[in-house]
Antibody
């Protein structure tokens, strides 16, 4: 059974940083691309960033480019999202998602990031 | 970026009656390999999204057959043949043909 367990969310001041983690299990982690998708309170789904299985290629939404960094440690079956220069617009539940050849498939339970003073 | 436009945004439905959600993309979702990477997700209240349909019309494992997907090019539809109480939630279409991945605004399905 695929399991994705996010952690690292919390309250951070504007301009601050947070690092999200996603522990994956139930599949061969290094084979699959992974993505982060966020959902602001009461709003829709917004793709944030993606990374190939090897970690060699990364992708970012324009809204986070230069501020967020996605990475993975295939030896630990863990996906990361380093978030810097956070602003109020970054307040959201951040979901770790597993891709397959059709696109995004499985989702974690999400971790809430709140940017506020 | 490809803009995904869903309609309606709110859909009150009577139990046992059909429901239909439209999703239109700002450009064709046919990829160079001939596939169309259009998926549908269900997000029940308080839960994470769950994929129901991939590549327009293929069911994910465990998805009831009252859900069906259809369409081509830029016009797609999710249909629920007979709405049940557990179908309440928000439904999103998503395209993965073009980078970046983009989602529709969501359609809220509720029981009348």
């Amino acid at each position: 059974e695929v399991q994705l367990l996010e952690s690292g969310g919390g309250l951070v001041q504007p301009g601050g940083s947070l690092r999200l983690s996603c522990a994956a299990s139930g599949f061969t982690f290094s084979v699959y691309a992974m993505n982060w998708v966020r959902q602001a309170p009461g709003k829709g789904l917004d793709w944030v960033s993606g990374i190939t299985g090897s970690g060699g290629t990364t992708y970012y939404a324009d809204s986070v480019k230069g501020r967020f960094t996605i990475s993975r440690d295939n030896s630990k079956n863990t996906l990361y999202l380093q978030m810097n220069s956070l602003g109020a617009d970054d307040t959201a539940v951040y979901y770790c998602t597993k891709a397959d050849s059709q696109g995004i498939h499985y989702w974690g339970q999400g971790t809430l990031v709140t940017v506020s003073s | 970026d490809v803009v995904m436009t869903q309609s309606p945004l709110s859909l009150p439905v009577t139990l046992g009656q059909p429901a239909s959600i439209s999703c239109r993309s700002s450009q064709s979702l046919v990829y160079s390999d001939g596939n169309t990477y259009l998926s549908w997700f269900q997000q029940r209240p308080g839960q994470s999204p769950r994929r129901l349909i991939y590549k327009v019309s293929n069911w994910d494992s465990g998805v009831p057959d009252r859900f069906s997907g259809s369409g081509s090019g830029t016009d797609f539809t999710l249909e629920i043949s007979r709405v049940e109480a557990e179908d309440v939630g928000i439904y999103y279409c998503m395209q993965a043909t073009h980078w970046p991945i983009t989602f529709g605004q969501g359609t809220r399905v509720e029981i009348k």
